[in-house]
């Protein structure tokens, strides 16, 4: 275990919102660290969330007013930042899973054997 | 409502950047422990699991500005950078900035200029309302058509009944004005009933011209202009009601019209407009009139057209009967008029075109020359441009940047542009001969504003889109090692290339100047038949004097008795028609000739010693005397044209011819022949000619006065003036002038193509030279190592500096080939400009690339002689 992962596998891409929402609907209001931990955890460590997507990714769901920021302690009483879902974000939350289940349901369907 | 959300949150982020930028920091950090702890937790210590951390996180630089450009001001941002630094640059380059800004400021200056007479004189549409359903009659007769028509022949278009309902027409002419202590000619419209009305332009006080006025009942009312009434009344608002005497008649004032109307002809706005019928024209000249209409709703103009054809047709068995002899050739058409009259464009079209293609060219050079310019100065700063790059800057931003720094030059050229093209727009506009008015003024508006904005930004970007790429392309390169030494051949780098742009260009200005100047210099050699030099002019009307019916010849008699007198003149003559100002023409039948036509021949009333006046040569024959007057049988002068064609190989005295009908053709007898001379134009050949007795035709005055001095014209004129103010004091003497000045003015469009031309030809010379100096004296500076060592090997100054000048002249070489061509084919478009040589003139061509290689040749020469300075072991040791 004193290995880094040197692959990390894409997270498929037009999904990070739906996660990044999932996982504060789940969560509660959440730092950006926090936020990546729980989706690589959830995953089972299949998804890992790039800093580097993660953080421009949460920049433009504040613009867009799906989530809020403010300034919190964390566990070890290091000042954080901690994003909360607001009712627009839970609004595109289920927006955005209903239309990747249309989009799963019709790739399943054309993978299918026979 | 989301959206406008959204853009609230922009917006704030633009006022809260700073913060931003902390709060992102500190949330990176607090990320970046959190990483280093979980890393310690999984085993790794102390410093390697922050640095593993770290490692993971990735590029913060990145981070961050990802994070940034998510606001989306990510653009706005680099571009209000990009222009901060450029200002800095050139702040600290202020010698380059200047001569940048300058060299931009001209060449769109020019444009700008061109644009703006273009556009008032050709583009804009007239200020009435809804100027686009105007038109315009006009008629085609065979080969030859126009917009003037005969006045009052045409007249019964204008019956109420007409085809085009609101037709209406009006003539131009000089008028005196008197009112109060004003005397002077003002410029007067003559309009129809229905002018202002189907025009749609209301009085700015008072009213203005209505159908009830345009009556020979009616009292005589008059509108004034904005502009006339602005400078010769003060904007006084008494006007309304007051009388002014034109030509004599008293017409009462009854308003103004707006100060943006300029009637329908931008070249000759009125000063005043009065009706058509409400005086009568003075006999004896020819009158034109110019019809306008508007559309109807749903009428096209093809249906205007067959509609005022018919009518047409209607008329000639009707009311125009007794002129179908030469009106049954005459075709009516209908064309759009919503720029105003026809002539105007016709007049200026061609002027215009030579204009906008030189300072075409001149902008083309401005361009070469701004993109040399930054090609030397991106060669200054490789260095910094490739440590950028090395810092990870991309290709794009650097260009970008560099593009910015271009446009911003272009800008800053076009506002100093829009100050050079308002002195340039004053330039053209006396060389052009153009009435300065309301209608053609340098104005700041939107079209104008637009066009140099635009200009601007394209220049910027045209002359800096290479050097961006070329300097983003080098840098890297550069910023790692010095540049290497250019040895052998140079090749033909963008530098270069825009000086052989340059030098075609130039070649192509300068073969137009030295064509031009030419035909000037043919024109002002050219025999003209008579003698100009020492001939004072003046205009004579008697309208309010006691000369009036039979006792006009008495006022002839005493002029020639008193001005000859006058102290200083040599001689002294009458004549009705000025050379040079006016023409007339006659339709003659000659006694004896098997093809009579009734063809024209210009014509021309004179009193005795009028040829010797002018000094134009009796070949045979005599001058009229004093004797053929009145009663006296009816005689004429002709010229040798006149001879050579009605009377081939004969004597022409004696024979007999008329100017009413075939019928007429014994009318007068022929007693003298003078030799031919230009009476118009110095470009046309001399045409057939009669002259006849003043004093047998003295019933169409104005007359002027041709005197021949010696000594000051204009002391001469003042005491010749005296005179005639004795004889009556309410004779009106005007257009006091020189037959030089008369003729020197017909030569106006001309001087001004030479005077632009050779300006635009030496600034493109110069421009060549400011490049050529700076390109070659860069090589020579690249190159001095290669000099040291040929001269340490034993080669001569001489071989050294034919090295350098060798570049130069293939650079002219390049640039006459392309440029001689060019010029071919762009001479094409002058040719009706031209006098006396062909546009494809070889020793015109031959002159301009001598010149330009003369010239290249010196500028090149001062960075050359540096060359064959270098000490060679100075040189060697450079490097």
Partial sequence: MGQEATTRTEIPPGTLY?????????????????????????????????????????????????????????????????????????????????EFEKVMRAITRVIQPA | MDRIGELWRRLLFLFRRQQFDRDLEEEMRFHLDMKARQNREAGIDGREAWCAARRQLGNPMLLKEASREAWGWSRLEALIQDVRYAARSFRRAPGFTAVAVLTLALGIGVNTAVFSLLHDTVLESLPVSRPQELVQLA????ASGGSNFNWPDYRPLLEPESALPGLFCYLSRETNLRSGSISERAHAHLVSGSYYSTLGVGAFIGRTLVAADDRPSATPVAVLSYTYW??????????????????????????????????????????????????????????????????????????????????????????????????????????????????????????????????????LICCTNMASLLLARAAARNREIGIRLALGAGRKRIVRQLLTESVMLGIAGGCAGLLAGYWVHHLLITQLAIHQSTAIQFRLQLPLLAFTAGLAVLTGVVFGIVPALRAAQFGLRAATRREPPEAGRPRLGPARTFLAVQMAASVVLLIGAIL????????????????????????????????????????????????????????AALARIVLFGQSAQKSVWVQGYAHNDGSAVAFNLVGPGFFESVGIHLVMGREFSARDRGSAPLVAIVNQAFARKYFPGQNPLG??????????????????????????????????????????????????????????????????????????????????????????????????????????????????????????????????????????????RANVLWLVLRETLVLVGLGAAAGVPAAFWCTRFIKSLLFGLSPGDPSTFAVAVILLGGVAAIAAALPARRATRIDPIEALRYE
């Avoid at chain 2, 008629?139 to 065979?142: A, C, D, E, H, K």
């Avoid at chain 2, 008329?315 to 005459?330: A, D, F, I, T, Y």
């Avoid at chain 2, 035909?519 to 020492?534: I, K, M």
């Avoid at chain 2, 001939?535 to 309208?543: A, E, F, I, R």
């Fill in chain 1, 18 to 98: 739906m996660l990044i929402l999932k996982s504060l609907a789940r969560l509660g209001p959440m730092h950006g660290y926090g936020i990546a931990q729980h989706i690589q955890q959830f995953s089972e460590d299949v998804l890992q969330v790039e800093e580097g997507s993660l953080y421009p990714a949460l920049q433009r769901m504040l613009i867009k007013g799906w989530v809020t920021a403010e300034w919190g302690q964390s566990e070890n009483n290091r000042r954080a930042r901690y994003y909360r879902l607001t009712p627009a974000g839970k609004k595109q939350l289920t927006v955005e899973i209903s």
């Fill in chain 2, 230 to 363: 602005q400078n010769r009344f003060a904007r006084d608002p008494s006007i309304i009601g007051r009388t002014v005497y034109l030509d004599g008649s008293p017409f009462t004032v009854v308003g103004v019209t707006p100060q943006e109307f300029y009637g329908v002809n931008r070249l000759s706005p009125p000063d005043i407009t009065y009706s058509l019928h409400a005086a009568p024209l003075p006999e004896g000249n020819s009158y034109y009139v110019y019809y306008f209409a508007r559309l109807q709703p749903h009428t096209s103009v093809e249906q205007a057209r067959a509609q005022i054809t018919a009518r047409f047709s209607g008329l000639l068995e009707g009311e125009l009967k007794p002129h179908r002899n030469w009106m049954g050739e005459v075709k009516l058409d209908v064309r759009p008029a919503a720029t105003g009259e026809d002539n105007v464009r016709l007049l200026l079209r061609t002027p215009l075109r030579v204009v906008g293609l030189c300072v075409g060219v001149v902008l």
């Fill in chain 2, 655 to 796: 024979r007999r011819f008329g100017d009413q009908g075939p019928n007429s053709a014994g009318k007068y007898e022929i007693i003298g022949v003078v030799k031919d001379a230009r009476y118009t134009s110095l470009r046309l050949p001399p045409r057939p000619a009669i002259f006849q007795s003043l004093w047998q035709f003295p019933q169409y005055p104005p007359f002027v006065l041709h005197v021949n001095v010696t000594g000051e014209p204009g002391v001469i004129a003042a005491r010749v003036l005296r005179e005639i103010q004795a004889i009556d004091s309410h004779l009106a003497v005007y257009g006091i002038r020189t037959m030089t000045g008369q003729v020197n003015a017909t030569l106006r469009q001309e001087r001004m193509f030479a005077i632009l031309s050779s300006l635009f030809g030496v600034l493109a010379i110069g421009l060549c030279c400011v490049g050529l100096y700076g390109v070659t004296a860069y090589s020579v500076r690249r190159r001095t190592s290669e000099f040291g060592i040929r001269m340490a090997l034993g080669a001569s």
């Fill in chain 2, 139 to 142: 008629w085609v007769q065979g």
């Fill in chain 2, 516 to 571: 031009f100047l030419r035909t000037l210099r043919n024109l002002e050699t050219v025999d003209a038949g008579f003698s100009p030099r020492q001939l004072l002019l003046m205009t004579v009307d008697l309208k309010e004097s006691r000369f009036q019916g039979d006792r006009v010849t008495g006022l002839l008699d005493e002029l020639m008795d008193r001005v000859p007198a006058v102290p200083g003149v040599r001689s």
